[in-house]
């Protein structure tokens, strides 16, 4: 069995080291391997060099913002799954993001134990 590659971007440091160290935990690290990017412009170098399975993206942040790695990914890797993590959510939102093929989508502050379930779903 192949190791899942999870990619996790937000430009709060302190919240992809949280969310990556969550995600390895109960014996996770020979399942998954999570890389972090704090820029979409990180994210898009990642993406480039390494087969990732699952984003998990914030939609605000400088330079290019989620919804342009969302627009990549569509067009570059459609086969990636993504789940997007946002402030800022309403029903509008939810709803161009299921058009977006967008897998998930959960509300900040959230609990990690959701996100982890989430991801635990999408990666089945």
Known sequence: MSKKRILVV????????????????????????ILCANSGRIALKILNEKKVDLVLTDLRMPEING????????????????????????????????????????????????LRNMVENVLI
């Open 67 to 114: 919804y342009e790695l969302l627009d990549y990914l569509a067009k570059s890797y459609p086969e990636t799954k993504v789940i997007v993590m946002t402030a800022f959510g309403t029903p509008e939102l939810e709803s161009k993001l299921s058009n977006m093929s967008v897998l998930g989508y959960i509300e900040k502050p959230f609990e990690i134990n959701e």
């Open 10 to 33: 937000d430009d709060e440091e302190d919240l992809t080291w949280t969310i990556s160290k969550h995600l390895y935990r109960n014996g996770n690290r020979e399942k998954r391997e």
